[in-house]
């Protein structure tokens, strides 16, 4: 490991907002303030060995910045931005206003237009469903 600051890394520990940033900074702390190794340390943060040096590894490449956990999830495999689906929705709150009240069929239809590929029916609802977009009519 090299040259770290232990007073750091325990100002870190006080601060970690989440259960997994603190365990994040234990890897780092336990190895350099005890000497354990990455199996004990393992067994005491709950991570597997190899997540343990990989963490290890990251904090000697990177930093402090290494420390925080990474952002999970988002949209991999949009066909669309958001802003692009905002427009797209837009136009269909624009033609409901005007009366025309357009089939879930229709919409898929100038969905696949705009993404140039077919899509399912499911990525449209989900899409409106997103966007907060629902049909609206008067009870009977």
């Known amino acids: 490991m090299p040259e770290l600051n232990l007073d750091e890394l325990k100002q870190w520990l006080e601060q970690a907002e989440t259960p997994s940033e603190f365990r994040r900074v234990q890897c780092v702390y336990l190895r350099e303030q005890y000497?354990?190794?990455?199996?004990?340390i393992a067994e005491m943060t709950s991570y597997h060995p190899a997540t343990v040096r990989r963490i290890q590894s990251e904090y000697r490449k990177y930093g402090m910045a290494a420390l925080s956990p990474k952002p999970k999830?988002?949209?991999?495999?949009?066909?669309l931005s958001?802003?692009?689906?905002?427009?797209?929705?837009?136009?269909?709150?624009i033609e409901a206003e005007d009366g025309q009240l357009p089939d879930i069929s229709e919409i898929q239809l100038a969905y696949e237009e705009k993404v140039g590929r077919p899509v399912g029916k499911s990525t449209v609802y989900a899409l409106l469903r997103r966007h907060h977009w629902r049909k609206v009519v008067a009870r009977p």
């Open 35 to 40: 000497g354990y190794s990455s199996q004990k």
């Open 73 to 79: 999830g988002g949209r991999y495999h949009q066909n």
């Open 82 to 93: 958001f802003e692009d689906e905002q427009v797209f929705v837009a136009k269909l709150g």
